[in-house]
């Protein structure tokens, strides 16, 4: 994938893949934690709240595949 600085795979890593993918070929290691966490409800994912209020992410793909690079940088470059 070309410009490369937007595709990483991390095969090696004991996690790979760390969400349940149906392609580990295009699974982008890139944001290993994902930078959108943190927004909450405004991420632009799949996530759930626990009873306990914790976001679990773990049905969320959108930081591992490719095409969603630009949707994840504009996202952090909204004013906040």
Do not use: Q, T, W
């Amino acid at each position: 994938m070309e410009p490369s600085y937007r595709f990483f795979s991390n095969r090696a890593c004991k996690y790979f893949p760390c969400h349940p993918e149906p392609s580990p070929d295009e699974f982008n290691c890139l944001f290993c934690f994902c930078p959108l966490y943190a927004l909450g409800k405004e991420c632009g994912g799949i996530f759930e709240y626990s009873d306990k209020g914790v976001k679990f992410c773990m049905d969320c793909h959108l930081p591992h595949m490719p095409e969603y690079y630009d949707h994840i940088v504009s996202k952090l470059m909204e004013p906040r």
